[in-house]
């Protein structure tokens, strides 16, 4: 959101970085690939390839390489594979209260309603 920018600079950067993505359309349309590791990777790579710096896309490399990469663990073992509904289920519920206890909570010490 635009509301909570600080000085026009900011603006201005948030804009630039919205024209940039703006230019490649969408990249949840995945039909027609498994959209789980390798071509997940691959489409979103070649997707973001036309936008990105060439350091950006030297980090992303990075992050997808399978062989040495910060998570190519990750990548081989297929953990990323996870339920994420699943997972924030079973966070809220050892919270205690749950989410809405948390939200409550959160609002007291904001001090509003």
Known sequence: TLL??????????????????????????????????????????????????????????LLFNESNGPFAEVWNSGEYKWDGLKEATAFWSSVKGGKVGAEARMRVRAGSP
Request: hydrophobic share 40%.
């Open 4 to 61: 909570g920018m600080g000085s026009r600079k900011e603006m201005d950067c948030a804009l630039t970085a919205i024209n940039r993505f703006r230019a490649i359309g969408t990249l949840v349309d995945c039909s027609g690939i498994d959209v789980t590791g390798r071509s997940l990777r691959a489409h979103t790579s070649s997707k973001l390839a036309s936008i990105l710096s060439k350091s950006e896309k030297i980090v992303l490399d």
